[in-house]
């Protein structure tokens, strides 16, 4: 690993992420693209799952007609991970990479431009309002949506086992949970883990919606979240996509991604205030669309489960 310098701090950029370096993965983490989840067993109903489809994904054409795929990147002052963020992903499989500034004041922007991103503005603040900036910004023929954080916490190369599932017609929302998988140690904090499993129960036992994980990293049919009218400016952004999905019947999938320990500082994750403000916020909105919401009983229909196609 080598180190670069930013101001009078050095910042460790990992591998993996630098450009040019082929994406390596833990051992641990080292699972086939399409691994689907397996849990909760109580939910998935194993004679439905299908036999696992190693060649799932479409081969990327030679002449370069990438699937009609974009990525969104909501990025706040995540100058030293961008770029080697950008540089990871399977450039065979999307045809541009959306990142939106979300007022940064150091060089996210420029490096993320330098990088071959399309760069957007959204001044106003929280990861909500620039998911709705980059939506916003798609161009029209688009069909895949992939969301992903720019802090290097993710894996880009699992882009391809997101995306498969929903371009072969199987899904309409896929989640890359980061717990069934060995992370990087650290990768999520106590307080990610101990939310992520009250939210999921909460989605599963409540909204039907066979959830481990409340990923950033996600694919998503553009004509599917548009049926959602996604609002969130900040951090309940998520849930609400999955609340969302699981009412509207959804075809809901996850696949097992590895996890990283975050690039540059941590504004959220790592800190009381912004620990207290995402749990109030995402169980502020399970409880909202659980009890308060007209129509918000749980749906009648069986409920979406991992792995089983509804057509
Ligand atoms: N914190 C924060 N992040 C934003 C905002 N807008 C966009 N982002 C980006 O959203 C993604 C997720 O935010 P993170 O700060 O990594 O949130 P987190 O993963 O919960 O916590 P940490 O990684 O510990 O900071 C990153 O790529 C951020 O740069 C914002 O208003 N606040
Ligand atoms: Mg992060």
Redesign the pocket.
Known sequence: MQPARRGSRTIRIPDRLRPGRAPTLPPSAALPLDTAMTYPPAIVDPAARPAARPAAQPAPRPDGDCPPVEVI??????EA??GGVLAALPRDWFRRAIV?D???TDG?AAVAAAAGAHVVH?P????G???LAGLAALHADTEVIVF????G?DAPDRLPGLVAPILAGEADLVIGSRVTAHGQRGAL?LP?RTGNAIATAWLRGRFGLPATDLG?FRAIRRSSLKSLHMSDP??GWTVEMQIKAARAGLRYREVTVPCFR?I????????VR?VLG?AFKILGLLAWHDFVRPGSRRRSAPPVTANTPRE
Do not use: F, H, M
């Not at 990147?73 to 995540?78: G, I």
């Not at 540059?264 to 800190?271: A, F, L, M, N, V």
């Open positions: 990147l909501p990025a706040l002052d995540e991970a961008i939106v979300n007022g940064s996210t959204e106003r603040r929280g990861y309002s620039a998911c992903l954080d720019a802090d916490s904090t990610q950033p900040d951090w975050r540059g500082r941590s504004k959220i994750s790592g800190t912004g995402a």
